[in-house]
């Protein structure tokens, strides 16, 4: 069966550090991979896709990048972080239109 | 475009019914109902596809009408465990998800 995992499960970092977040799935191969955040008491907003190895699209512009560096990694990051980075960040793939979710990385910046 | 729910919120004591409707301004060909516990990650719930669809997951179901670019989940005897916030979502790039602003449930006993 296919399971998704994200790490770490919380981070809290300072306004200007890097920031790397990782996504892995298994079970499956060549998966769609997503990235979303939900900001505290807010909706899921979609930040980036995959379709494949180093194909990545971003859906809004921000202080974010994504990799895909193998078949069923998705890595988030940032050079500085924000404090308006903070959020509850939530990878996720797809089995024919389904969409699964990992457990997620919950990030704060002071 | 981000789909519109309502309500945002309903309150309902256990073994009442509630709807929520996602409604949307451009051609929806798939709707996606999700349950996200507080601090926990959304759970898929069901999509449908076609218009008039209608599916159930347990005293949950939901249906679709193509039309009028909208959907509806009805719970129905809601239980304790129907407590959340429930997301609509319709398709953008990539198959990737643009999700409603939610509509919060709590259910009392």
């Known amino acids: 069966s296919q399971t998704i995992h994200q790490w770490p499960a919380t981070l809290v970092q300072p306004v200007g550090s890097p920031l790397s977040l990782e996504c892995t799935v298994e079970g499956t191969s060549n998966p769609n991979l997503y990235w979303y955040r939900q900001a505290a008491g807010r909706g899921l907003q979609l930040l980036f896709y995959s379709v494949g190895i180093g194909q990545i699209s971003s859906e809004v512009p921000q202080n974010l990048s994504a990799s895909r560096p193998q078949d069923r990694q998705f890595i988030l990051s940032s050079k500085k972080l924000l404090l308006s980075d903070s959020g509850f960040y939530l990878c996720a793939w797809n089995r024919a239109l389904e969409q699964y979710f990992g457990p997620g990385t919950r990030l704060t910046v002071t | 475009q981000q789909p519109v729910q309502s309500p945002q919120a309903v309150i309902l004591r256990e073994g009442e019914d509630a709807v929520i409707n996602c409604s949307s301004s451009k051609a929806l060909y798939s709707v996606h109902w999700y349950r996200q516990k507080h601090g926990e990650a959304p759970v898929f719930l069901m999509i449908?596809?076609?218009?008039?669809e209608q599916k159930g997951h347990e005293k949950i179901s939901a249906s679709f009408n193509e039309k009028k670019q909208q959907s509806s989940l009805y719970l129905t005897a809601s239980q304790l465990s129907y407590s959340g916030t429930y997301f609509c979502g319709t398709l953008g790039g990539a198959d990737g998800l643009t999700f409603g602003k939610g509509t919060h449930l709590i259910i009392q006993p």
């Open positions: 449908l596809l076609k218009g008039g």
